[in-house]
């Protein structure tokens, strides 16, 4: 599976913007999916997941009522709409996919990872 994260780029706080992850190779309508982001200095964090179904989302609790993951299987994309930026969101965003299906907040659960899309949120 190959996954390809789109969407980074520079806002000003308490702007939005969404990144998109789109997936190719292996079928991955049954995978679960997942954002990560490492910001300069410091370890990736979870940020975002979604089952395969997309029945089942779970958030860090930083980004909890600012941004939604939402998946769209017909187009093997997923998405993370992200509201009210903050100078702390500021990273290197992953998306990663999971096999096993079932959504996860652990990244060692995750077997496929993308290369990144930079997010810059400015004060």
């Known amino acids: 599976v190959q996954l390809q994260a789109s969407g980074g780029g520079l806002v000003q706080a308490g702007g939005s913007l969404r990144l998109s992850c789109a997936a190719s190779g292996r079928t991955s309508s049954r995978f679960a999916m997942g954002w990560f982001r490492q910001a300069p200095g410091k370890e990736r964090d979870f940020v975002a997941a979604i089952k395969w179904s997309g029945d089942n989302t779970y958030y860090a609790d930083s980004v909890k009522g600012r941004f939604t993951i939402s998946r769209d299987n017909a187009k093997n994309t997923v998405y993370l709409q992200m509201n009210s930026l903050k100078p702390d969101d500021t990273a290197v965003y992953y998306c990663?996919?999971?096999?096993?299906?079932?959504?996860?907040?652990?990244?060692?659960?995750?077997?496929?990872w993308g290369q990144g899309t930079l997010v810059t949120v400015s004060s």
């Open positions: 990663a996919a999971d096999s096993r299906g079932w959504a996860s907040s652990d990244p060692y659960r995750y077997n496929y």
